[in-house]
Each structure stands twice: as structure tokens, then as C-alpha cells.
């Protein structure tokens, strides 16, 4: 912004973020600009009390602060069930739907080989490790369903199959609420593949 | 969010951005956490610096890293105008359009007695010896069309009248690309007694 370097600098670092345009970080910075620079300080504070707190659970890649997450510091989860996926925020929007008791494991990516993603940048090695320890019998793989979510899920699945009784993953089909008319065709065609008897 | 307090208190201080709800203030977290953590320090490092340099102009109450703004420090801009807004966000609208050579007054802010804001916390007084200085000559007021921005142009109007020639103010009518069909009432209105020869 002409005449104001350190606004335009607030600007493109503010429109790094994922779905934020520069309109909208411009309406950010004038927001942090109003009043007596309190809402910079607080923004400052939670952040850098964010790089300072926030690491990965030594178990499965979590988000967490300490050594381990506050899913595998829980006795009451299933230690028998183990959720594949790919991102601390997937695990968080399985946690909010709490549709699932078991614990997880993250694994930091998804297989993307024009991306330079192969096996050894995801964690699988302790993946293995957890897998070989025994305790694990099912193993539901919740990648995304995109191309690179499906190779990663046949990956993990073979990997998986020799140590767990079942390797699941998660139903395809009709988003709840979502109208057909609105709906693309692979979804469609799944929705017809994994129809159940009524 | 459970067991990851500075990512909630982080998630709370990102979604006090206007227009940044829970969930995009989120992913903005995820997005954060990305990585080595280079992103949270660039960020912190603008916000620092954005609180550090950025002040306001002595003159016309813009945002100015120094004394004074870049539109005030321009030897070229004509004196004899100047446009009366409500909030530097609207100066850099006018100014991104590129309409207005004149010099600009930062109102900071609209009269709004319901939410404690009356003439004095406007920056009126300066207002009053910039026009009492002598060399403006008209005043165009551009300060937002809502009751508020209304009670506030009058306001001015009347104080700027003693002193110069002309006390001017932005039309009203349709937006340029908008469609009749979804223009609310009052701006038709507005449209219609304004509407000019062909």
C-alpha cells in the first residue's frame, strides 16, 4: 500500500491464509489498526504462545501440547481401533462429530509423487511400529477422497492387512442434507455402488 | 479446543477478524501449525511492525508511518479540495479508484449517540482549523450512505459552510454492474431523484 510499507506487509502476510484474499486482509489490518493496538498485542500473544506450545504427539502426529495428545492420554479409548488420516484437522473434524472411540494415527500428508511425497515423508515407519506392537485388530483408513487421498489409502491398506484382522474405510456416498441435482457424478456413482438393502 | 489450549486461544483471537468465523479462524490455526512454524513468525514479525511503525497523520488523521500520509506529503495534490470520510478504509477506497486529487479528513469515525459517539470524539476540531486556515475551497463529504453516515455528513455540512465555497457530496444512485431487480428501495429512490439529462 503506497505510503505505508508495514501495512502492506500486514497485508500479504494476512492473505497467506487459506481462503483470504487481499480485500479481505486489507479489512483485517484496519481492523488490528482501530482503537489503541490492543487487538495486535492479543493476536501476538496467542501466536507466539502457539509456536511456543503447540508440537506433534510422539504417538500418533497430533496436534498437541506436551508429549502426547490429549486422544492417546484418554484410557477410555479403544486401543484396538486405529483411524488413518491425513491431517490434524481431519482428526478435529472426526472429534467434533465424535463418531469414533478408538485412537488415531496422522499421517502428515497424503501420497503425491509430483509433489516430491512419497512413503518415507509421511509417517508410516511408526505407523508400522504401532501396527506390529499387537494391540491394533482394525485399522479405518479416513483419507481424503481425492486421487492422492485413494493411492494413500490403498498404501496404507496393504500395509496394514498382514498385522490387523479388518483394514476399513470410510462409506462413500450422499452427503447428509446435499440435494442429487447438485451432486457430481462420482459421488453419484459411488452412492449407487454402496447401496444397502432397505 | 480440548486438551490444546493456546490452538483455542489462538482460534479465538484470529475469529475476532471481521468476517473470520470459527471455522475459517481454524483452518487459518491448521495453516498455521503447517510446517516449521516460519509462517507464525512472519506473521508475528508484521503485526510487530504493523504496531510499531503505523500511527496517524497529524494533518488528516490517515493511517502515516512518520508525521504525516503519503497523500498529505504529496506536493502535487490540490488544496483548495478536501474530502471528509469516516475511516482510512475509505480513504484507500477512494484512493485505489484513483477519482479524487484534492486532500482528504479522517472523521475517524460517525456520529452515533446510541453508541457514545458525539461530535468530540470525532476529529472535528481539527477539522474546523484546517477550513478556518483558509485555503480550501469546497468540501466534499464522503461519508457512508446509513442513517449514521447521514447524520454525520449533515453535521459537517453545516460546520464547513461559513467557510468555503462549496459543500459538496457523493451521488447517489445505481451501482455501476448492478441490476436493477436487486436494488434495494431507497437506492432507486435515490436514483430517481437524482437522475440527470440525457
Known amino acids: 500500500m503506497k505510503g505505508l510499507p508495514s501495512v502492506e506487509k500486514a497485508i500479504l502476510a494476512l492473505s497467506r491464509f487459506p481462503g483470504v484474499g487481499r480485500k479481505s486482509a486489507q479489512r ?7 482503537g489503541d493496538g490492543a487487538a495486535i498485542e492479543q ?16 504417538d500418533c502426529h497430533n496436534l498437541a501440547e506436551g508429549e502426547r495428545c490429549w486422544v492417546c ?4 479409548r479403544n486401543k484396538s481401533l486405529l483411524c488413518v488420516l491425513e491431517a490434524p484437522a481431519d482428526l478435529m473434524a472426526m472429534e467434533r462429530a465424535g463418531v469414533f472411540r478408538g485412537r488415531y ?8 509423487p509430483l509433489d516430491g511425497i512419497g512413503p518415507e515423508q509421511l509417517h ?36 496394514s492387512q498382514p498385522w490387523v484382522t479388518r483394514v476399513t474405510r470410510l462409506a462413500y456416498g450422499l452427503p447428509m442434507g446435499g ?7 462420482s459421488t453419484l456413482y459411488q452412492a449407487m455402488q454402496g447401496r444397502r438393502q432397505f
Open 43 to 58: 493476536l501476538v500473544h496467542a501466536l507466539e504462545s502457539l509456536r511456543q506450545s503447540v508440537g506433534y504427539c510422539v
Open 28 to 34: 483485517m489490518v484496519h481492523f488490528l489498526l482501530r
Open 179 to 185: 440435494e442429487l441435482e447438485y451432486l457430481d457424478e
Open 105 to 112: 494415527h496422522v499421517l502428515g500428508g497424503r501420497l503425491s
Open 73 to 76: 492420554l484418554d484410557p477410555g
Open 124 to 159: 508410516l515407519d511408526s505407523l508400522k511400529s504401532r501396527l506390529q506392537e499387537g494391540s491394533i485388530q482394525e485399522v479405518v483408513i479416513a483419507t481424503n477422497p481425492t486421487v492422492e487421498g485413494e493411492a494413500t489409502a490403498h498404501y496404507v491398506a496393504q500395509m
